[in-house]
């Protein structure tokens, strides 16, 4: 089945700088992979998401890249900011599988002032 | 306000107690999702329903179990509890399968404290 890794575990960054998270996958068959972010105390929810026909997506300072070669793909924040301090979570789903979305482990972002 | 609503909020018991979790998804999703989330942990996926029928499992424990009723809520019933099943218990629920393009709109949650 699929698995899913993500690194780093934690991330910190001075603020304005860029940060990058990457997530590898096992299933050449996976096709949909979104990110969500849960900020302290609060739900998770979605940020971005890519379909595997697409190699980036990008949603203002967020933006997301599939290299379904390497079966990776990563989220980008550029000039971080304190509110994008979060842990934030990978996904991948495949039709091998039933479209059951198999998550990372997630990633701890760290915004220095 | 993701539109998903979970009750209790907070729930304190002792162990070997038995307690259940209501999730009310948005209205009309179909699909209901149940994690746990220790402490600085990742989120554990627990089961899935779609329409009334279980779809998914994962790393859900025998003295847990859920169902979806057909009003589309759905309770998890978690029994025999030990201080380890302390955590956060979200409900998501999506309009079709999350992992085929359905974004998953998460509840506030359930803080389960076993004493």
């Known amino acids: 089945g699929e698995n899913v890794e993500q690194h780093p575990s934690t991330l910190s960054v001075q603020e304005g700088d860029s940060a990058v998270i990457k997530c590898t996958y096992s299933?050449?068959?996976?096709?949909?992979f979104p990110w969500y972010k849960q900020e302290l105390g609060k739900r998770p929810q979605l940020i971005i998401d890519?379909?595997?026909n697409v190699g980036e997506k990008k949603d203002q300072r967020i933006a997301v890249t599939l290299n379904k070669t390497a079966k990776h793909f990563s989220l980008h924040i550029t000039e971080t900011q304190p509110e994008d301090s979060a842990v934030y979570f990978c996904a991948a789903s495949s039709p091998d599988s039933n479209y059951q979305l198999i998550w990372g482990a997630g990633t701890k972002l760290i915004i220095k002032p | 306000d993701s539109g998903v609503t979970q009750t209790p909020k907070h729930l304190i018991t002792a162990t070997g107690q038995r307690v259940t979790l209501r999730c009310s998804p948005r209205?009309?999703?179909?699909?209901v999702y149940w994690y746990q989330q220790s402490l600085d942990q990742g989120l554990q996926f627990l089961i899935q329903y779609y329409n009334g029928e279980e779809r998914a499992k994962g790393n859900i424990l025998e003295r847990f179990s859920a169902q979806q009723f057909p009003d589309l809520h759905s309770e998890l019933n978690l029994s025999s509890l030990e201080l380890g099943d302390s955590a956060l218990y979200f409900c998501?629920?999506?309009?079709?399968?999350?992992?085929?393009?359905?974004?998953?709109?998460f509840g506030p949650g359930t803080r389960l404290t076993v004493l």
């Open positions: 299933d050449s068959a996976s096709n949909y």
């Open positions: 998501a629920s999506s309009g079709g399968l999350a992992g085929a393009y359905n974004e998953q709109f």
């Open positions: 209205s009309g999703d179909l699909s």
């Open positions: 890519i379909r595997s």
